[in-house]
């Protein structure tokens, strides 16, 4: 259940984040940095998914 909130506030930081990606990258010109940071920013969404449905089966097995 922590781990869960871990790794979603981390996604949070990490979008709250993109917005200054965004402004270094236009000043160096540099558009793959947001795609590549925006990638990275959803990364932590799909584990913190992964990690529910994985709870959701343990507890389905203990019961």
């Known amino acids: 259940m ?3 909130k871990m790794i979603l506030g981390m996604g ?3 979008t709250l984040f ?3 990606i965004y402004r270094v990258a236009d000043s ?6 947001v795609l590549m940071f925006g990638v990275v ?3 932590p969404y799909v584990v ?3 990690a ?4 959701k089966l343990a507890k389905q097995v203990v019961l």
């Open 18 to 20: 993109l917005p200054f």
């Open 52 to 55: 529910a449905i994985l709870e």
């Open 28 to 33: 160096e010109d540099a558009p793959g940095l």
């Open 48 to 50: 913190s998914v992964f």
């Open 41 to 43: 920013a959803l990364v």
């Open 12 to 14: 949070i930081c990490y």
């Open 2 to 4: 922590t781990i869960k």
